[in-house]
């Protein structure tokens, strides 16, 4: 008899994407994504292809750079700051993303919805709305929806999921 309780492949692929989120340095908000092969992919269906998370680019120090949420310019964290789903598209290297699936923590912003449609993502799974009703949400949302892109609202069956490093 098969194991119990086991997760479902959405669950997998979110857990995935909060896991990814778990290495932003962010103090405030830390999004994670996880890129996954559709049905008919070449690289087989339910393959993980790439994951990402909010954090400064390659070679811009965490250190050096501002975390702060308030204030102008450049004294905030948003004109340096790449996006989860941004840095799965990019950590593709190149990989064909066309008919793909994208499991994000939060809603994507509207920067964002433009990257995935451009790469041909097929479908966003989102955990929170909280930026619902924002300009920057509603600008995504219709560009996504008009783009053919799916937008599913991921429901979970569990509560939560529990990694345990002691596995003696």
């Known amino acids: 008899m098969k194991r119990q309780g086991y997760i479902n492949w959405d669950e997998y692929f979110m857990g995935v994407a909060l896991l990814a989120a ?5 103090p405030n908000t830390q999004v994670g994504a996880c890129i996954v092969s559709g049905e ?3 690289y087989g ?3 993980i292809i790439s994951t990402g998370y909010n954090g400064f680019p390659i070679g811009c120090s965490d250190d050096e750079y501002p975390w702060e949420r308030e204030g102008s310019g450049n004294e905030t964290k948003y004109p340096f700051v790449v996006h989860a789903e941004l840095n799965a598209i ?4 190149g990989k064909s993303l066309l008919g793909t699936k994208i ?4 809603f994507p912003c509207n920067e964002c919805a433009k990257a ?12 929170s709305d909280k930026y619902h009703d924002s300009d ?6 219709r560009m996504l929806t ?7 609202k991921f429901v979970p069956s569990t509560e939560k999921i529990v990694l345990d490093f002691n596995i003696e």
């Open 22 to 26: 778990q290495r932003s340095k962010d």
């Open 146 to 152: 008009s783009a053919g892109v799916k937008l599913t």
């Open 116 to 127: 995935i449609i451009q790469a041909g993502i097929k479908e966003v799974i989102y955990l």
């Open 40 to 42: 008919n992919s070449c």
């Open 45 to 47: 269906s339910n393959v």
């Open 103 to 106: 499991y994000v923590a939060l």
């Open 136 to 141: 920057g949400s509603k600008a995504s949302r």
């Open 90 to 93: 990019l950590n593709a290297h």
